[in-house]
């Protein structure tokens, strides 16, 4: 029988120490709480936000008659909308008092729909909050200047893991962005996820709101000079509402707020909006879009961010933030990995994958049901990946043994 080895011990806990440092390991972590999430059985209220999505019938119900061509599929999104067309989306929202108005496309003209601006225009300064979208970038010739952005003033903590930006790389035309507020929409890809959303980005040496985080103040009534935020740790908002964020100024989603974000189609707002005017009995009930944030986005649009703004404000408005486990979890998981491998060489191959598969099977049950029940995730790639490594130099270690018997 082998002497338990001081270099696997050290291995082991400089492996996991390892897993815990690396952001992109990071990442795998949030596959397995994704995956965990859409198999859990908990719901939500229905929160107070409303995604419009235009997709291909209602491109072609808008286009006249005379110019409309069949839409292949998945080409709808390419096509622009005019300013008449979002002037009719927001004469259709305001029928119903809705607080906050956002846009998720770059409100940018064609030159040909240059002339119908103003009707926009008309419509956009009768909304109470209208929120654009606006891409960071570098420098360029048509940058906002720090006094035209608005900035937390109360900020603590390390900026170095925020995505930083010095310039704008797409926003909307200048008399449209003089009535609106600016919601920055990037989603970095190495940040990128189904459950990881930016809070904060770093602009001109300013902190500054994203695209949800931004609505979210609009409808709270609520300005930057207010908030505290504590990078790395949580943002607090005067109300007593505080969002946790991770050391990059992402939130952590909870993918079941998908599931209370109330979804319309164009033209089922556009016929309730018809018949709220002619004082008929709605088709769909849209009333209480009344106090609630509207979004407007253009379904399968490759040049927008993944469909994450509407989940993330409806995780923020639940307050259904997941959790994770005390860091002193996974310090135990790394010290009895390192407890395992001391007496590695004492349990038989067979018994080793056997218990392997026990083990994982029952560490999953108990980190669903953790999920589940309290919100709280517990770290799953650092015991599975641990216990991986070490069943793997069991069973190559046995081979080497057996090799050398014969």
Known sequence: MRRPSPWLILVVILLGVFILREPRLQQVEDVFLSFFMEHTEAALPPAPVTLVEIGRSDFQRMTPAEEAKPLPKGQAARRSLSPLEYALFLQAVLDFQSTVVAFEPIVIWRE??????????????RVPRLLLATELGGKGPHDLSPDDVLSFANVTGDRGRLAEFSGVSRQPDDDVRLISTPGFTNLPDERSSRIRVPMLFEYRGEI???????????????????????????????????????RDGTLTVNPLARQSVRRLSLNELLLAAQEHERKRPPSVNVENLKDQIVLLRLADDPLQPPNVFSTAIATIQNAAYIRPAPGAIAWVIILAAG???????????????????????GYGLMALGFLARDRLWLPTFLPLALLGFLVVVRLLSRSRVAASGS
């Open 112 to 125: 040909r729909d240059k002339t119908q601006e103003q009707v926009f225009i008309d419509q956009a300064m």
């Open 208 to 246: 500054v709101p994203s695209f949800p985080l931004q609505a979210i103040l609009l409808w709270l009534r609520i300005t930057p000079a207010e908030v505290k935020v504590e990078l790395g740790s949580r943002i607090i908002l005067p109300n007593g509402w505080e969002i946790p964020i991770h």
């Open 339 to 361: 407890l395992l491998s001391c007496f590695l060489w004492m349990i038989s191959k067979a018994n080793l994958l056997l218990w392997a598969i026990i083990f994982s099977a």
